[in-house]
């Protein structure tokens, strides 16, 4: 069964430092990676995605992630964060279901709290 | 702006009541998806549909149905409510329902039931 883990379900930086927030998807399949920001009290907004091609992906606000087939993992990073960067990053992988469509299954977030 | 539109924001009722969640997509997609967002359950896939038909299901409830209209509005129907089923629900929409497609999500109904 295809899962997704964000092993850090908290994670605190002081402003202007770097970050990086864990993802690791069980599959045997190809896939498709997604990393989603929720701002509170709003809906999730895509940052990134990863289909195929280059395994370093750039996505909105200055984050990037790295696909790593090997480690199944697809971790989230930015060089330098913003107080208004405080939200909530969902981590998601497309997997296909019992009647051959496709599903998006979300791991359970980590929220990131920056610090002034 | 997501582009995605839902109705209404915020939805009190009491246990046994049955309730009625709309989602208008962005302007020029064919599929709409509706998720639950709980605090033990994370957020969890219910239902997709794509040009008014089921694509994809689910951990959807049997109490649960929704439909997808001929103007591409949706509608997710909550019957028989328990205090469970209080939680976030959120509509997404993309353009043509494949998972390759980025879903643009809206700002959610938070249901509570009393």
């Known amino acids: 069964a295809q899962s997704v883990t964000q092993l850090d379900s908290q994670v605190p930086v002081f402003e202007e430092a770097p970050v990086e927030l864990r993802c690791n998807y069980s599959s045997s399949v190809s896939v498709y990676l997604f990393w989603y920001v929720q701002y509170p009290n709003q809906g999730l907004q895509l940052l990134l995605k990863?289909?195929?091609?280059?395994?370093l992906v750039k996505g909105i606000n200055g984050f990037e992630a790295e696909f790593n087939k090997s480690q199944t993992s697809f971790h989230l990073r930015k060089p330098s964060v913003h107080i208004s960067d405080t939200a909530e990053y969902f981590c998601?992988?497309?997997?296909?279901?019992?009647?051959?469509?496709?599903?998006?299954?979300f791991g359970k977030g980590t929220k990131l709290t920056v610090n002034p | 702006d997501s582009g995605v539109t839902q109705t209404p924001k915020h939805l009190i009722t009491a246990t046994g009541q049955r309730v009625t969640l709309r989602c208008s997509p962005r302007?020029?997609?064919?599929?709409v998806y509706w998720y639950q967002q709980s605090l033990d359950q994370g957020l969890q896939f219910l239902i997709q549909?794509?040009?008014?038909?089921?694509?994809a299901k689910g951990n959807i409830l049997e109490r649960f149905s929704a439909q997808q209209f001929p103007d591409l509005h949706s509608e997710l129907n909550l019957s028989s409510l328990e205090l469970g089923d209080s939680a976030l629900y959120f509509c997404a929409s993309s353009e043509s329902g494949y998972s390759n497609q980025p879903q643009h999500f809206g700002d959610g109904t938070r249901l509570s039931i009393l």
């Open positions: 302007s020029g997609d064919l599929s």
């Open positions: 998601a992988v497309s997997v296909l279901t019992q009647g051959g469509s496709e599903k998006l299954v």
């Open positions: 990863y289909l195929s091609g280059s395994t």
């Open positions: 549909y794509y040009n008014g038909e089921e694509r």
